[in-house]
């Protein structure tokens, strides 16, 4: 499982006001962020109209990391800080290690999408500290990413006030999100609640492989892809659960070849190629700057922000059928690389 340098659980543990937990926040909004690139490009990597069930799986996922970045951010406005979101420093390099530290061998990169990249990548983002399927493989010298928001949590039941003084109207909601699951961070309580949504929607809880809204974590989601079979309640299992519901099809022939980790620089410059993983790139940008203008005091743009995932799919998709040159047998894959936005929401 993936283990986060100690010293950011430490550095919690030894906060003694609200404000040493803004950049610990602040990481948190990195790692979510971190992992949707990854997920988005596996899913934008089948040719159209296949493979709708592993489609459903992924996207599914990737809209909950959305939500526990925006969960994330709203808990650093809550305790009074800013989220900082559309710069350089805030994108990952690809292919590169996640925030804090986090899986001191794993290098997360942009791939098409695979059952070993499900096996060897994403499963060991999101694996708990004791997966209930799997065996536990906890290590002592590091500490989980559940850890590290449970600390979180502890620290902020200990020094918070009982009222947040962040300020409520730059609190994020939305219909696009239950409101069970994404709701003001305004109180002790409130921000309490929202960290057991993200642990759990990414981990199931010790007893089950479910969050609180009663679907698979995350982890389980992605070992039914691997499997290649629905994980389903089975009274007769030992933890009431086994890979024996209906088969999830896969056929290799449905996923474009993208060329892994593409950067704008492999690409001849002036050439169409060029200026359409520039144009991806841009869009990428421009859904950044929407989402630091939301978390920053205008949470009524998240919808255009949303829009703009929309077109960031039709590019990537484009890019994918355009053969890469110079690559034999290889599409263009997206790079994520930030450009300044040009963009303005109202």
Known sequence: MLKINPQFVQAITDAGSLEELFPMVQHAIELEHATIPPYLT??????????????????????????????????LNAIGGSPNISNPEFVPNYPTHLPMGIGETLIVGIEKYSPDL?????MEIEEPENPIIMLDRAEATYRTIGEFYMALQAKIQEIAPEVLPGDPNKQVTSDFFAPELLFPILSK???????????????????SPLGTDDELAHYYKF???????????????PHGYSFTGPIIPFDVSNVLPLYPNTKANMLPRGSEERRLLEEFNQTYSNLLFGLHQTFNGQPGNLGNTIGL??????????????????????????SYEFISPNIKFI
């Open 118 to 122: 499900v096996k060897r990548v994403f």
């Open 42 to 75: 596996a899913l934008f990597s089948f040719k159209p109209n296949t493979e709708a069930a592993i489609r459903t799986v992924i996207h599914s996922i990737v809209i909950e990391e959305m939500l526990h970045m925006t969960i994330a951010a709203n808990i």
């Open 223 to 237: 070992e039914q892809l691997y499997k290649g079979r629905e994980l389903v309640a089975d009274p007769n299992a």
């Open 309 to 334: 995932m929309y077109d960031l799919r039709l590019s990537c998709q484009k890019l994918a059928e355009m053969s890469f040159p110079d690559k034999y047998g290889y599409t263009i894959g997206p």
């Open 189 to 207: 309580a409130d921000a309490i609640n929202a960290i057991n949504i993200i642990v759990e929607q990414g981990e199931g809880t010790t007893i």
